[in-house]
């Protein structure tokens, strides 16, 4: 079935620092691509998402490209803040009549100052 | 704020109790999911309602049931609990659509210990 994979944490990092958190994806079809964050205390929110191949989503300085070639949606940031300080879920959306979204385990960083 | 209201943020009961959670949608979203968040078990996908109907089960336990009303809130009911049930809960919101499109809108969750 499908799948999502992400690596593990949690990750650290000094501010201004560059972040890329991996996602890998298994899935039959067309999946669209999502990255959901959860900040402390709060219910995941929408982040970025991608709906075909080599479409970029982007927000808050976060990107991420759908590669069907690679099958991966690694997110991207170049200069981390603090308060970035969250936990990150990849996310698909599997094609077909059965549609519903498929999680990653999550990955949680941690910004110093 | 998502605009999707749980409450009670926090709940704590005893082992072999029933408790009942609510979700209230943001408006004029049809469909409700419900997820459950362990430490050990990440993000678990529950059940999904989508105006009034059961549209899809995951992960829920027999002892665990939820109903999407007419006014479109959802509860989820939870019954003999065990330790293992603490856990955050999760409701989700999406735009109009059937099948969904991935976007989903969280509330803030309700956490639940069992003692």
């Known amino acids: 079935g499908d799948s999502v994979t992400q690596m593990e944490g949690p990750v650290t990092l000094s501010e201004e620092a560059f972040l890329t958190i991996n996602c890998t994806y298994t899935a039959t079809g067309y999946p669209s691509l999502f990255w959901y964050v959860q900040y402390p205390g709060e219910g995941l929110q929408l982040l970025l998402k991608a709906t075909k191949a080599d479409d970029k989503g982007s927000n808050k300085g976060f990107e991420a490209t759908y590669r069907k070639e690679t099958t991966s949606f690694h997110l991207e940031k170049g200069s981390v803040q603090v308060s970035d300080s969250a936990v990150y879920f990849c996310a698909l959306l599997n094609a077909g009549n059965n549609r519903k979204l498929i999680w990653g385990l999550g990955t949680s960083l941690a910004v110093n100052p | 704020d998502s605009g999707v209201t749980q409450t009670p943020k926090h709940l704590i009961t005893a082992t072999g109790q029933r408790v009942t959670l609510r979700c209230s949608p943001r408006?004029?979203?049809?469909?409700v999911y419900w997820y459950q968040q362990s430490l050990d078990q990440g993000l678990q996908f529950l059940i999904h309602?989508?105006?009034?109907?059961e549209r899809a089960k995951g992960n829920i336990l027999e002892r665990f049931s939820a109903q999407q009303f007419p006014d479109l809130h959802s509860e989820l009911n939870l019954s003999s609990l065990e330790l293992g049930d603490s856990a955050l809960y999760f409701c989700?919101?999406?735009?109009?659509?059937?099948w969904g499109t991935g976007e989903l809108f969280f509330g803030e969750g309700s956490r639940l210990t069992v003692l």
């Open positions: 408006s004029g979203d049809l469909s």
């Open positions: 309602y989508y105006n009034g109907e």
């Open positions: 989700a919101s999406s735009v109009v659509s059937r």
